[in-house]
C-alpha cells in the first residue's frame, strides 16, 4: 500500500501570530492547529493544506474546503474559536448533528472555553467537512 504524500504549505507570518499569543493559550491554539493538520492528512483526497493568515488570524485552505479560520481575542480572554464562512452550511449543520456538543456564535464559528477538554472525535467531523466542503456541500449533513 503507498502513503499518500501531503504537504503543509505554512506561510512565516502563522508562527509569529502563534508566539504572540499569551503562553495559557498559546498551548491551546497549538493543539488545535496540530489537531487540524492531522485531521487533514487522515482526510481522503486532501494532498495539500495550506496555513496562511485571513484578517490577521491562522487559517487552513484545500483545494475542495472552505477557508476556516482559528483564533484568540483579548476581549473574550478565556475561550478561543474556530470561525467558518457564515454562508456556508457548515456551522448550522453543526449545531444540527452535534447540537449540545459545542458552543456556537451564530453561523460563523464554534467556541471553546481555555478550561474545556475538547470533544475530539466531533470536532474532527467538523474539521474534515470543512476541508471538503465543495464535495460534500449536496449531502445531508455534509456527510457527517
Known amino acids: 500500500m503507498q502513503l499518500k504524500k501531503f504537504e503543509v504549505i505554512t506561510d512565516s507570518r502563522v ?7 499569551p ?3 498559546r498551548d491551546k491554539m497549538q493543539f488545535l492547529r496540530e489537531f487540524i493538520i492531522e485531521t487533514a492528512e487522515e482526510t481522503e483526497g486532501i494532498t495539500k493544506l495550506e496555513e496562511t493568515l485571513k484578517w490577521g488570524e491562522p ?10 479560520r ?12 474556530m470561525y467558518f464562512h457564515c454562508s456556508s452550511k457548515l456551522v448550522d449543520t453543526f449545531r444540527l ?4 456538543k459545542f458552543q456556537y456564535e451564530g453561523k460563523r464559528a464554534i467556541i471553546f472555553q481555555l478550561n474545556q477538554k475538547l470533544p475530539e472525535a466531533e470536532l474532527k467531523e467538523c474539521i474534515k467537512a470543512s476541508l471538503t466542503y465543495h464535495k460534500v456541500k449536496g449531502l445531508i449533513t455534509l456527510g457527517i
Not at 487559517?59 to 476556516?68: D, M, P, Q
Not at 482559528?70 to 474559536?81: C, G, L, V
Open 97 to 100: 448533528v452535534f447540537n449540545h
Open 59 to 68: 487559517s487552513f485552505v484545500t483545494k475542495n474546503g472552505s477557508t476556516f
Open 70 to 81: 482559528i483564533d484568540w481575542k483579548e476581549k473574550t480572554p478565556d475561550q478561543y474559536a
Open 23 to 25: 503562553d495559557n493559550v
Open 15 to 21: 508562527e509569529e501570530v502563534f508566539s504572540n499569543y
